[in-house]
């Protein structure tokens, strides 16, 4: 068991290693001279580019040797510092990423619970007859191959355009000022409903779909054909085919963070909702690459964070794993 | 008599139509008999003990009875089977390596299992430690996972849990097959064993591998392609075969102590029929180096001396040899 | 069974499976629009051909954009867009991840370990956010490009399962018999374990185009899609931009996400339509 976990720490932190040296590599080596495309993508006048120009040189710290850059990096990192956004001149770009992370904790959070607890239910519902399978299989299909976006621009318009029910903008009302009030709060829900809704969809469907299939060859298995030959009702088979099938699902939760990441991105897009996504948008649109850079470190640090629970679960759930043996993940 | 099959014939459906796997089985299993069941894969006996409790598409029913203790058998009813499932008729599976759920202790699955059934545990697990102790378990493998047990412990778990209710019948499908020479011996002994103790009242030991049958079996039964071929007891069908093809089988018998693998048996020329579209007649004429014009019609299933039972034209004929 | 009849029982059971029908059919129907579609109209994606934000009409059959293009031939354009991405991002990471997987599977040991572990770095970085990285430092960004990257980042998942499969043909006998016969491993491969795997890489790279067309839509909608052409990605972004859901400019939004939708599941219900031919034990329920 620790011999599993030593394997997936190293990994991680092999992966953030990486991460961190891509995040630093990609202006340096990218074709071109980054900080003039910068500067020409501005459009600033001649006499401020100037200023910007030398700002960059100093930020990115391009005066000094390679080797010497990529340790400043390190060592700026590890100090918190992620450097000053542009967009958001002068704020140093790790506030500005701190006060985003809520929003994406508290829509991503129950948004993948939610969607992975319901849809492993309603997959193995599906799996209970041909006649269910055929009927109610279709709708994961549909779910699981929507556009994040897309589903997301069709709430939008039907709730908060056609119906106008619902708000489709921002985290709450901009007449309002972040407080600890039911208003407030009322507030924050209301905005929530959407974007968390539409996150939810898609993710379902993949669940569902997935368990459909896993329950599938786990009622094929030879355990259950056994415990059919003993007479064991038709209740009982389910049970441990189910449990059994939530395994490779939590597995599955891993494998899905990269594609969940990204619908979250696209989500919060579409509604506005100022999380990290956002923010990387905003980045991107206002040339802010620092504030960039730092976004995706930090979305690597929670995806690495996720995995690292995921995996604490998995071997808290599959004996396999904690009896010593090599779990298969 | 324990066990009374009469006239089993079981298809199973494929797309190209039905493959015949079994036809007009009759036969009998008296109380306390270790009957083995023996012949080239694909001839049908793997089908006649799931056939017994477990027949579900794409395997097929045709007709026949089967009784148990002279109480019929509804092998077609799978609901109503459930109910002699376990407590009156049970299997050592093939697959015993892995019949376990990999995710639960042994002991736990045990109980929920005989919960489910509605057995009342409190007064089952001393039996069930007992018999642990018999096949030489210890007890904490109820607190494992099975992942944590070796093969032939899986298997010795799988027999004593399969036997747990006392099953009329006890049918172990190919359960030496995948175990060294050694480890097959001392199954073969647990089932004796577990007879003599009157755990089942009687078996049915199914495997392509006469050798281990010649130890343990009381009688033998010979299947080939979907038919019975020959019945007798043990000794008169090792040491005075009267079918062709088993005469064959027992020639082409491996010296003691090699294993061979499950295929088709070197010794015999040809090979087996499809059973989609088997032969009209002795399904082993083809085969047969004493084939008589008789052999284009379907031969009996004949007793030509008390308890042995040939299906040959030679034999049943009128000019038999001896 | 012999090698033909076995091939006459996957046609007879993948004429009469359903699912694998149904999506066959629907994926193939966008296929002829995404080709015939471009003769189908007389305007350009980008051309301005009529006043602004007009409803669907017999002259313009999805409308226009507030911009006055026709939302139709964006659509079919889009179309080719999305096949073409799918097909060289989806090949492309199939072709990679059958690669590492056969290797580490097949010669297992330091290997695979290696191979493993670059796997699984692949696997727990968020590709969209490198290559959202990327594409904001490149000024101009083809399809070509746009499906490379794809490609690269896609494969993990299909290494790992193209890996386990390979594991357990690794130890059948007819590839030990390949082995002691002393053919060289990458022999083997090619022709012992690879024909026995055809239809499950088959499966594999339904779900690797099906994927990658979602993530070019990801890409695209974002912004950070091909910079001289259209998509349907590119359709649901400048939708968004120029306030296609504030004015109900359904005509604008709907038909792009939807033939997404439609074709990315009708691959996921092809894939699994053959995998019930392939695999006996799903025929039956």
């Known amino acids: 068991m620790s011999k599993y976990f030593r394997r997936k720490l190293f990994i991680y932190v092999l992966t953030f290693f990486l991460a961190v040296t891509i995040d630093w590599l990609i202006p340096r080596f990218m074709p071109g001279n980054p900080i003039q495309v910068l500067i020409a993508r501005a459009n600033l006048k001649a006499e401020s580019a100037k200023v910007v120009y030398s700002y960059y040189m100093r930020a990115f ?12 990096f390190w060592n700026a990192l590890f100090h918190g510092d992620f450097g000053t956004s542009l967009w958001l001149f002068p704020q140093p770009v790790i506030k500005i990423i701190l006060r985003a992370v809520p929003y994406d904790i508290l829509l991503l959070l129950p948004a993948i619970l939610l969607s992975w607890f319901a849809g492993n239910k309603f997959g193995a519902f599906a799996a209970r007859s041909k006649w269910l399978d055929n009927t109610v299989s279709p709708l994961g299909y549909v779910l699981t191959a929507t556009p994040y976006m897309w589903l997301g621009m069709l709430l939008a318009w039907t709730f908060g355009i056609v119906l106008r029910v619902l708000p489709f903008s921002g985290a709450y009302s901009y007449a309002l000022m972040p407080t600890l009030s039911w208003i407030f709060i009322w507030s924050l829900l209301e905005h929530w409903i959407l974007p968390f809704v539409s996150l939810f969809m898609v993710m379902f469907g993949g669940w569902a779909i997935g368990m459909r299939n896993m329950i599938i060859y786990e009622l094929e298995a030879d355990y259950s054909h056994y415990l059919e030959t003993l007479g064991a009702p038709r209740r009982l088979i389910r049970r441990y085919a189910f449990r059994n099938a939530l395994l490779p699902q939590i597995t ?18 579409v509604f506005s909702y100022p999380g990290i996504g956002y923010l990387i948008l905003q980045a991107i649109q206002n040339h802010d690459y620092f504030l960039l850079q730092g976004c995706f470190l930090f979305v690597i640090i929670g995806v690495l964070l996720a995995n690292l629970a995921i995996d604490v679960t998995y071997v808290l759930v599959d004996p396999r794993t904690r009896t010593g043996m090599q779990g298969e993940r | 008599m324990s066990l009374q099959v009469d006239d089993l014939t079981l298809y199973y459906q494929t797309l190209h139509g039905d493959v015949k796997a079994l036809e007009g089985a009759t036969f009998s299993v008296a109380d306390g008999e270790i009957m083995g069941l ?51 008729i049970s299997i050592v599976p093939q697959y015993a390596m892995n019949a376990l759920n990999p995710t639960r202790k042994i002991g736990k699955m045990t109980v929920e299992l005989l919960r489910s059934r509605k057995v009342d545990v409190r007064s089952t697990l001393p039996e069930l430690e007992r018999r642990l102790d018999l096949v030489g378990l210890s007890h904490e493998v109820l607190g494992m996972y099975p992942i944590e047990l070796s093969g032939g412990m899986k298997q010795r778990m799988v027999m004593v849990l399969s036997t747990l209710l006392d099953p009329s019948l006890l049918m172990a499908d190919e359960i030496t097959s995948a175990l060294d020479v050694s480890t097959q011996k001392a199954v073969a002994r647990m089932l004796v064993e577990f007879r003599d103790r009157r755990f089942v009242k009687s078996l049915m030991v199914i495997t392509h591998d006469l050798s281990i049958l010649n130890q343990i079996a ?52 040809g090979s087996p029929p499809f059973l989609l579209h088997p032969p009209v007649g002795c399904r082993f004429r083809e085969r047969c180096p004493a084939a008589l014009p008789e052999c284009g019609e379907e031969p009996p299933f004949v007793e030509i001396e008390k308890g042995h039972y040939v299906a040959c034209w030679r034999e049943s004929g009128t000019d038999a040899e001896a | 069974m012999t090698q033909q009849k076995k091939r006459r029982e996957f046609a007879y059971f993948a004429l009469r499976n359903n699912k694998l029908r149904i999506g066959v059919a629907i994926v193939f129907l966008f296929m ?9 109209t007389h305007y350009k994606p980008r051309e301005f051909v009529a006043p602004g934000a007009q409803h669907p009409s017999s002259q313009f059959w999805m409308g226009t954009t507030s911009l006055g293009e026709d939302v139709f031939t964006q659509f079919v354009y889009g179309l080719r867009a999305t096949f073409i991405v799918g097909l060289l991002g989806g090949g492309l990471g199939t072709l990679i991840g059958i690669l590492i997987g056969f290797v580490a599977g097949y010669r297992g040991g330091m290997v695979d370990e290696l191979l493993n572990m670059f796997t699984n770095i692949v696997l727990v970085i968020p ?33 790992r399962a193209i890996r386990a499969q390979t ?35 088959l499966l594999v790279f339904i779900l690797q185009f099906g994927g990658a067309i979602l993530t070019a839509a990801t890409l695209d909608f974002i912004g950070l899609g091909p910079t001289n052409a259209v998509s349907l990605g590119l359709m649901m972004n400048n939708a968004v931009i120029w306030g296609a859901l504030i004015l109900g400019m359904w005509w604008w939004f709907i038909p792009p996400g939807l033939a997404i939708t439609a074709i990315v599941g009708a691959l996921y219900v092809t894939n699994v339509g053959l995998d019930e031919v392939f695999n006996p034990k799903l025929r039956e329920m």
């Open chain 3, 127 to 159: 590709s969209l956010v490198v290559l959202l990285i990327i594409a904001a430092y490149l000024e101009v960004r083809g399809f070509l490009f746009e499906s490379l990257f794809i490609g690269f980042f896609a494969w993990p998942w299909a290494a």
């Open chain 1, 61 to 72: 710290g391009l005066d000094v040797p390679i080797w010497n850059q990529y340790a400043n």
């Open chain 3, 167 to 201: 594991f357990s043909l690794r130890s059948r006998e007819f590839v030990d018999l390949a082995r002691l016969s002393g053919m060289k491993p990458l022999r083997t491969i090619v022709t012992e374990i690879a024909p026995n795997m055809m239809s499950y890489l």
């Open chain 1, 252 to 269: 599955g939760l891993a494998l899905q963070l990269g594609v969940i990441v990204a619908g979250a991105l696209v989500t919060e897009i």
């Open chain 2, 218 to 269: 009381d009688s033998i039964l010979i299947m080939y392609a979907g038919r019975l071929a020959e019945k007798g007891s043990t000794d008169r069908i090792i040491n005075a075969p009267r079918h062709p093809y088993t005469r064959l089988l027992i020639a082409s018998l491996p010296k003691v102590g090699v294993r061979h693998r499950q295929t088709r048996l070197t010794g015999i020329p």
């Open chain 3, 32 to 40: 002829v629009l995404a080709l015939v579609g471009p003769w189908l």
């Open chain 2, 38 to 88: 023996a012949g080239e894969s694909g001839c049908g006996k793997s089908t006649l003990a799931n056939g017994l409790i477990l027949l579900k598409p794409p395997m097929r029913f045709v007709h026949g009875s089967v009784r148990l203790d002279d109480e019929e058998l509804p092998v077609w009813d799978t609901d109503r089977m459930d109910a002699f499932r376990f407590r009156r």
